[in-house]
């Protein structure tokens, strides 16, 4: 069962009051608490943070300013299509290493940090949301590929993500089972066969 609202009180009947007012019967309530970061291996004299789960200062949520490109955060940013994603991040720290592509000077990584930051706080963000990415993935993985000289996501994965989420928002029982999305698939398939086209050249 997908639950939306916060829970006020259970009862030995198995009945569970939430803060709205409505009830449930349940056989189980299983506690989803997430991930904290933490590097207890990660020795910087207190120049990398974790504070309330803000990882940083982090230029893009990959290099701290001051230690790169030696160091690097892969897979720091949450609530996204964590393998695209990932890749991309990876491909582009690899670019950094090798030479083909460069970062900013330091003091630019840092103000760009600063006005993510700021961002957040005007929109009234909490500190612990600084690496969530849900609304900013896809302009994200644009900014990604860019950097590596690689062509912008195709459109269909967006929408693919997109009509996904919003099924298991809808039918969170089934939304593994039945979905709307068959026009993209045909999408992806078409893409995968130019890709396999071009391996066989």
Request: hydrophobic fraction near 40%.
């Given at each position: ?55 940083g200062p ?45 970062l900013p ?58 009509a996904a ?37």
């Amino acid at each position: 069962m997908w639950l939306h609202s916060m829970i006020a009180s259970t009862h030995s009947d198995g009945t569970v009051v939430f803060q709205d007012g409505s009830s449930v019967q349940v056989d189980v309530i299983i506690h989803c608490t997430g991930y904290n970061y933490h590097f207890p291996f990660l020795k910087t004299n207190g120049i990398i943070t974790v504070d309330d789960n803000c990882v940083g200062p982090l230029y893009k949520h990959v290099f701290p300013p001051s230690h790169a490109p030696s160091l690097a955060f892969i897979g720091i940013p949450w609530k996204v299509a964590p393998f695209l994603m990932f890749e991309l991040q990876s491909k582009w720290v690899a670019g950094v290493l090798s030479r083909r592509i460069s970062l900013p000077t330091k003091e630019e990584m840092l103000e760009d940090v600063k006005a993510w930051y700021s961002q957040l706080e005007s929109a009234g963000w909490p500190k612990r949301y600084t690496h969530n990415m849900s609304n900013k993935q896809f302009e994200y993985h644009d900014w990604l590929a860019k950097q590596c000289e690689l062509p912008p996501v195709a459109e269909w994965r967006n929408l693919m993500y997109e009509a996904a989420w919003k099924n298991r928002v809808a039918r969170p029982e089934s939304y593994r089972d039945e979905w709307d999305d068959d026009h993209l698939i045909s999408q992806a398939e078409e893409d995968f066969r130019k890709f396999s086209y071009h391996i066989h050249l």
